[in-house]
């Protein structure tokens, strides 16, 4: 079966800095996605990552470590409306088509 | 543009009773996906069709399921004799497949299937 771990919950307050952690043990790697998941909402799409590193888009940060099976999904000057589930997934396959979804990190900003 | 719609957005049926949920996805969208997404948990990956094929069906649980695209376009997942164990959100997404250097998909907002 596919191993991905991230935190259930955590709490910040608005205008801080959070860092949501994603580890995997996979058996298939194409890439690792962030999805944002506001409650009694649709997954939306945040970020990608296929190479080592940091992708920067925004207020949203999303950084790779393939050898360590790790990832971290980095949000800035935090809002209110950024309170959601955020959801760490692996591709398993060479297409994208099949992602192995994390539990989620339920995100709870407070004034 | 409308985005992925999927109906009926519930369904409260008797265990044993046949249910069937529609996804109709992103206009010009080849590839079409099903999911089953429980309360606190993230999508769990049924089937996936590109065009009208159905090249991957591993995540489907059992036999009782059954998903069909005939026209590559509208696709139904079926469920048969449901059991409450069924009971779930069920998730239909779409993407762009081969375009890009990733395939993002687009979800649907759900049908959530009770089966008492």
């Known amino acids: 079966g596919q191993n991905i771990d991230q935190p259930t919950e955590m709490t910040a307050t608005e205008g801080a800095i959070v860092q949501i952690n994603c580890t995997y043990q996979t058996s298939g790697f194409n890439g690792l996605f962030w999805y944002q998941q506001h409650a009694g909402e649709a997954p939306t799409f945040l970020s990608y990552?296929?190479?080592?590193g940091l992708e920067e888009k925004g207020r949203f940060s999303s950084f790779l470590s393939r050898s360590k099976g790790y990832s971290y999904l980095l949000l800035k000057e935090l809002q209110m409306k950024d309170s959601a589930s955020y959801l760490c997934?692996?591709?398993?396959?060479?297409?994208?088509?099949?992602?192995?979804f994390g539990a989620g990190t339920t995100v709870t900003v407070r004034a | 543009g409308a985005g992925v719609s999927q109906s009926p957005r519930y369904k409260v049926t008797k265990r044993g009773q046949d249910v069937a949920l529609r996804c109709d996805p992103i206009?010009?969208?080849?590839?079409l996906y099903w999911y089953r997404q429980a309360l606190g948990q993230g999508p769990e990956f049924l089937t996936y069709?590109?065009?009208?094929?159905?090249?991957?069906k591993s995540g489907l649980p059992n036999d009782r399921f059954s998903a069909e695209r005939p026209e590559g376009s509208i696709s139904t997942l079926t469920i048969q004799r449901t059991e409450q164990r069924d009971s779930a959100m069920y998730r239909c997404?779409?993407?762009?497949?081969?375009?890009?250097?990733?395939?993002?998909?687009?979800f649907g907002p759900g049908t959530r299937l009770t089966v008492l």
């Open positions: 206009s010009g969208h080849v590839s």
């Open positions: 997934a692996v591709s398993l396959t060479s297409n994208d088509y099949k992602l192995s």
């Open positions: 069709f590109n065009y009208e094929a159905q090249q991957d």
């Open positions: 997404a779409s993407s762009l497949a081969g375009q890009g250097r990733y395939n993002e998909q687009f």
């Open positions: 990552n296929v190479l080592d």
